[in-house]
């Protein structure tokens, strides 16, 4: 038990517990709605999407997380507009985009002296963040889980059916838009956490976890949660105490390692004459 307990009496741990917490909650919430639509590369393509923004606000002298969030907006206008032509698949759409805006943000970086700063963007710096980054992450955290309450029948039409959500009115594209704007929140809530490469990992692992498991909507984002969570405490437990291992990276594979041990375990039920829609 002092295993447990002991790294919490310092209070760079108690911030950095309530900042994986935050992300352990918010990053499968709308995780599942972006494997219930098959767009895990939408997570990749925006985690290095907003290095653009990064790399401008750095240059601008103004707060990454206002840069980071500047460029999941423009992603998100671009996706919108880009993804009405027909002829262009949105995976191809997605891909450009983010690899263009990636690209932007590498030139940017290469032209300053940015020390190591930047760099912990990119793979996290979970034990430096501090109670302002813990407040903004709450502040954000909450109007993403906000926004999929609100819009929690137009995200399953738009999931589960997407002709039946355009006859009856839901604006599939806006929709997928708006899914643009929380994935860009989570990665900036996870930038001076886990970074904006481990982003992805919770964004998608936890969700993807707890969609081999879940038979309903609501057990899916409960057990994505469980899974986000407790990958993220355990992880940063761990870390602590191997030393020199960085926190985002442990937690990211350990994630991927309860995958793997729910995939091998749920094969049986998930042949063809197991399978269950969501609903």
Do not use: C, K
């Not at 038990?1 to 919430?29: E, N, Y």
């Not at 309903?216 to 405490?233: K, N, W």
């Amino acid at each position: 038990m002092h295993w447990l307990t002991d790294p919490f009496h310092a209070h760079f741990f108690q911030r950095a517990f309530l900042a994986a917490v935050v992300i352990g909650v918010v990053a499968p919430v709308v995780g599942t709605w972006v494997v219930l639509r098959r767009m895990a590369n939408l997570g990749d393509a925006m985690s290095h999407g907003t290095l653009a923004g990064v790399g401008i606000a750095y240059a601008a002298g103004v707060n990454v997380v206002l840069g980071a969030m500047g460029a999941g907006l423009v992603m998100a206008v671009l996706l919108v507009l880009l993804s009405s032509n027909r002829r262009l698949g949105q995976d191809a759409v997605i891909t450009v985009v983010g690899t263009a805006l990636f690209a932007l943000g590498v030139v940017v970086i290469s032209r300053l002296d940015t020390g190591v700063e930047l760099t912990h963007f990119l793979f996290g710096q979970l034990l430096t963040v501090s109670w302002t980054d813990v407040w903004t992450n709450l502040a954000l955290g909450g109007v993403a889980v906000a926004g999929v309450l609100l819009l929690f029948g137009e995200l399953r039409l738009a999931a589960f059916d997407h002709v039946q959500a355009e006859q009856v009115g839901v604006r599939v594209e806006l929709v997928q838009g708006v899914v643009v704007l929380l994935v860009s929140v989570v990665v900036v809530i996870s930038l001076r956490a886990v970074g904006t490469v481990m982003s992805v990992t919770m964004l998608i692992t936890p969700a993807a976890t707890a969609r081999l498991l879940a038979r309903t909507l609501r057990q899916m984002t409960l057990l994505g949660i469980a899974f986000g969570v407790g990958e993220s405490v355990v992880g940063l437990v761990l870390s602590y105490h191997l030393g020199r291992v960085p926190p985002g990276a442990t937690i990211g594979l350990l994630a991927a390692v309860v995958f793997g041990i729910v995939f091998a375990a749920t094969l049986p039920r998930r042949m063809p004459h197991h399978h269950r829609p969501l609903g």
